[in-house]
């Protein structure tokens, strides 16, 4: 089955720890994403990468940092820059990233991170 | 920056009433996402729209896109406690890609 797919359901972040988030989809989309979901906030994105071995900063990008080496991936690291990591974290993925063709840029989502602090 | 508001916030229905949700852009909308997520878990995309005054359906779920009032409404008709859960509108807009903040849907069976 085609999808996307985030590891782990769950995570925990000791204190000035580093801690990655995998996302990975087998949809063939060239465009994936990072959103960092709080309540009552909606989502807001971290970061993008519309092509393999490129990404742009979202609104909220100070803290994360990624890596798009593969198609089919795209890990976010939450480092020990990010002060209130603790939030749900959502992967997703479409055809295209050119926020132009509206049919093409529909995202689907992976099952989410819960991110918390120990 | 682009906002998308959605009303109500939250929403509290007996099974097999009807309800509306709207959605509302500050900008031009291209197109028009609504996702439904559940509790913990990811969004699941439901419809997209895209151009003014187009209707699309979904088993009891209507959506419908009202360019000049730069809106769109999500309609159920029936309720049922599967509908449960936060309903996100996602709009497409120049350059940008943008969320509502939700509405979270009740139906008490």
């Known amino acids: 089955d085609g999808g996307i797919t985030q590891s782990p359901k769950y995570l925990f972040r000791k204190e000035g720890q580093n801690v990655t988030l995998s996302c990975e989809q087998n949809?063939?989309?060239?465009?994936m994403y990072w959103y960092r979901q709080d309540p009552g906030q909606g989502l807001r994105l971290i970061y993008y990468s519309q092509i393999v071995n490129d990404f742009q900063k979202g609104d909220i990008a100070e803290g994360y940092s990624v890596s798009r080496e593969k198609k089919e991936s795209f890990p976010l690291t939450v480092t020990s820059a990010q002060k209130n990591p603790t939030a749900f974290y959502l992967c997703a993925s479409s055809i295209e990233g050119d926020r132009v063709n509206v049919a093409k840029n529909i995202q689907y989502f992976g099952a989410g991170t819960r991110l918390s602090v120990l | 920056s682009q906002e998308l508001e959605q009303s109500p916030q939250s929403l509290i229905v007996q099974e097999g009433k009807n309800l509306t949700i709207n959605c509302t852009s500050s900008?031009?909308?291209?197109?028009l996402y609504w996702y439904k997520q559940k509790y913990g878990e990811g969004l699941i995309f439901l419809m997209m729209l895209q151009k003014g005054g187009e209707e699309k359906s979904h088993e009891k779920i209507t959506a419908k896109l009202d360019e000049k009032k730069q809106q769109s409404s999500l309609h159920i008709t029936a309720s049922q406690p599967s509908h449960a859960g936060i309903y996100l509108c996602g709009a497409l807009s120049g350059n940008q890609f943008y969320f509502g903040t939700g509405t979270s849907l009740t139906v008490i069976p």
């Open positions: 900008k031009t909308l291209y197109g």
């Open positions: 949809l063939n989309h060239d465009a």
